[in-house]
Nanobody, 112 residues
Framework: QVQLVESGGGLVQPGGSLRLSCEVSGSDFSTLSMAWSRQAPGKERELVAGITSGGYTMYGESVKDRFTISRDNTKNVAYLQMNNLKVEDTAVYFC??????WGQGTQVTVSS
């Protein structure tokens, strides 16, 4: 059974940075496509970034040039580096594997 555990969320001021981590177990991590999505109160879940098993990346328009997704196949971890955070980035961030298996989410709050 594939399990995902996110960490790294918290409270940060506008313009600040956070790095989220998603540790995966129960599957061959190197074969998984990983993605980060987010959901703000009252809004639908939004795909933020994705990375394939081969390392190809994609980003949502609202986070392009600010967020970077990466993976470490030796540690079974996917990362989301978030820079120049904005108030509108406030949401619960979810990690997924093959857009099928999901973590429990980690809260990111951007506020002064």
């Amino acid at each position: 059974q594939v399990q995902l555990v996110e960490s790294g969320g918290g409270l940060v001021q506008p313009g600040g940075s956070l790095r989220l981590s998603c540790e995966v177990s129960g599957s061959d991590f190197s074969t998984l496509s990983m993605a980060w999505s987010r959901q703000a109160p009252g809004k639908e879940r939004e795909l933020v970034a994705g990375i394939t098993s081969g390392g190809y990346t994609m980003y949502g328009e609202s986070v392009k040039d600010r967020f970077t997704i990466s993976r470490d196949n030796t540690k079974n971890v996917a990362y989301l580096q978030m820079n120049n955070l904005k108030v509108e980035d406030t949401a619960v961030y979810f990690c997924s594997a093959n857009y099928k298996h999901w973590g429990q989410g980690t809260q990111v709050t951007v506020s002064s």
